[in-house]
């Protein structure tokens, strides 16, 4: 379990990095500010909506509501919120990750030339390396998704579905956000999905302790858009920190 747990704290530990670094900070503005405009449009007019809508079907907005339609509203709104969570932090990972994941590119190559000590030589220019991000990113995306939906389905079955769904699905995602950080090196390197995934793989506990901190981060609303480049930030380093660029060369061959 130690591996677990040092991935697990890594993100934490790299916030010293983070903050000793002024270009890195100054850059990161660009896709939280970015982010912010998606996440919290997305969340307050989705919410102002459920309470709008919940006042009037349950009463409770009504002068003579009831204590009881004022209890079942203040269900709902609970539910709500927690289901929009759930909601924002997919279409967070999902439209976010695509739009901003040029400047979080620029993020992990600048990380990566201060850990290397090594000036990156990009052979694209600055179009043909954002679409390339992109497209990237795009891939990951269709790859979580061939697992969560399934996953979803799988609740569905009498007596063990949602235990197993929500199981699996935690599994899943810890694994997911472990990838979706340490990509970033990889993608420089033009490699598939497929390598990426083996690679991830092959950290085993350690991946998936980084993977558990990078969900409980981007879960919590509005704070996880300024813990995003930090995770760019901490896979970036942990990428080289335990070797997984060595164990690239170890797949090639």
């Known amino acids: 379990m130690n591996d677990f747990f040092f991935g697990f704290f890594y ?7 983070f903050f000793k670094q002024p270009k890195i900070i ?12 998606i996440y919290g449009t997305i969340f307050y007019l989705s919410y102002s909506w459920i309470i709008g809508t919940s006042g009037e079907l349950t009463g409770a907005n009504s002068l003579g509501a009831t204590w009881f339609q004022e209890v079942f509203h203040f269900f709902i709104l609970i539910f709500s919120f927690l289901l929009l969570l759930l909601v924002c932090y997919f279409l967070f990972i999902t439209i976010g990750g695509i739009i901003i994941s ?16 090594t000036k990156y030589d990009s052979k694209l220019n600055f179009l ?67 390598k990426k995934i083996k690679v991830t793989h092959s950290g085993g506990l ?34 080289y920190e335990k070797g997984f660029d060595k164990q690239i060369v170890d797949f090639i061959k």
Not at 26 to 37: D, E, G, K, Q, T
Not at 135 to 159: N, T
Not at 161 to 170: D, F, K, Y
Not at 208 to 226: D, K, Q, R, S, T
């Open 11 to 17: 993100p934490i530990r790299s916030l010293s990095f």
């Open 206 to 239: 350690l991946s998936y302790g980084f993977g558990c901190m990078a969900f409980l981060m981007l879960f919590l609303p509005v704070v996880n858009v300024f813990f995003k480049p930090v995770l760019v930030v901490a896979g970036t380093s942990l990428f």
């Open 128 to 194: 043909q390396d954002a679409w390339y991000s992109i497209k990237a990113e795009s891939f990951k995306l269709l790859f979580y998704f061939s697992i969560i939906i399934p996953l979803f389905f799988v609740g569905f079955i009498p007596m063990i579905g949602s235990v197993l769904a929500t199981i699996l699905g935690m599994l899943f995602s810890f694994f997911y956000n472990a990838l979706d950080y340490l990509d970033y090196p990889m993608t420089r390197r033009f490699y598939r999905l497929k």
């Open 102 to 117: 040029p400047f979080e590119e620029h993020i992990s190559q600048m990380v990566e030339e201060i850990i290397t000590k």
């Open 26 to 37: 100054l850059y990161s503005m660009i896709p939280m500010f970015i982010n912010l405009i």
